[in-house]
């Protein structure tokens, strides 16, 4: 075995890669990442200054909803520099401790805002199934709780990763297939046992997305199973729409997130764009449309916003 085959890639780098076979068009595929970014972050900036001036809006809904934009900000702060790097400067050498920072951060922000999804959902279920108690159960102090046990749990999941992955020998091809680092991108470059990292891994998964995802599942059933109890066709509306924001946001997130877990678990990563397209959709997509889901499904947010920019 070659010298470089036996060297740790603690002072190496990895290569990021945009979509193979399309170099020739980076620089147009980078107007629109470029654009998506500029909504993300804008839309969600936007967003928490209007709930965070606006006191009619320090509710339970508006404090998770504030907390989904700080974790789509992170996200794409965490992306942004590696994707437009490899785009529109063909500037694809990571190094490994950045690698690792990266993929530490982009992974607790995911499971993270799967938290924040999951309690707007239970906002949703106490709000239609119990609206005379909304107010006493979801109280500021159990809300702040809330959100800070589920904000370690995302951190403390998350950190043993980096700690996995710098035990390797990497004697791989170090090309990642996307322009940003994740773990299962990194493990699979290692030429060491990776057992204990994979079992762990798939652990993460089954504990954060596909838990909270199914007790998303369960919010809903229940919520249905009260609003098709109500009489009124009206009220049955007005209660669905209510939902239909969080709906549509929670399947942005979930969609592409398992879909890419199950691709990059279980699929040949060398044989389809499939994976790679999930990739680009899982992290840039829900950002953006984030805030232009919630903005137009909300009247009182939508209008807070449109007095804004009008001063």
Not at 226 to 255: D, P, Q
Request: proline share 5%; with cysteine; aromatic share 12%.
């Amino acid at each position: 075995m070659s010298a470089v085959n036996d060297t740790k890639f603690s002072s190496a780098v990895f290569l990021l890669t945009g979509i193979p076979g399309k170099e020739n068009i980076y620089l147009w595929i980078s107007i629109p990442l470029y654009l998506m970014y500029v909504i993300s972050i804008v839309g969600n900036l936007v967003i928490l200054f209007i709930i965070k001036t606006d006191p009619s809006l320090h509710e339970p809904m508006y404090i998770f909803l504030s907390m989904l934009a700080i974790t789509d900000l992170g996200i794409s702060i965490a992306t942004m520099p590696t994707t437009l790097g490899v785009f529109l400067f063909n500037s694809r050498e990571i190094s490994f401790n950045v690698c690792l920072v990266q993929l530490f951060f982009i992974h607790s922000l995911s499971y993270i805002e799967s938290s924040m999804l999951l309690l707007m959902a239970f906002d949703r279920f106490v709000m239609t199934c119990n609206p005379l108690r909304y107010a006493s159960i979801l109280t500021l102090p159990r809300i702040g709780k809330m959100v800070i046990v589920f904000v370690l749990r995302g951190v403390a999941i998350v950190f043993p990763l980096p700690f996995l992955l710098k035990r390797f020998q990497y004697c791989r091809a170090n090309v990642l297939s996307l322009s940003y680092c994740l773990n299962q991108e990194v493990m699979k470059m290692a030429c060491s046992d990776i057992r204990v990292n994979s079992i762990y891994g798939f652990f993460i998964t089954i504990s954060t997305v596909v838990l909270d995802s199914l007790l998303v599942l369960l919010s809903y059933v229940m919520i249905l199973k009260t609003v098709l109890s109500i009489t009124s066709h009206a009220e049955c509306v007005r209660a669905l729409s209510t939902c239909v924001s969080h709906l549509c946001a929670v399947l942005l997130f979930y969609t592409p997130g398992i879909g890419l877990s199950i691709v990059q678990r279980f699929g040949n990563r060398s044989s389809s764009l499939l994976p790679i397209l999930m990739g680009y959709v899982y992290l840039l997509v829900p950002p953006m449309m984030n805030p232009t889901v919630h903005s137009s499904k909300s009247k009182y947010l939508r209008v807070r916003i449109i007095r804004a920019f009008k001063k």
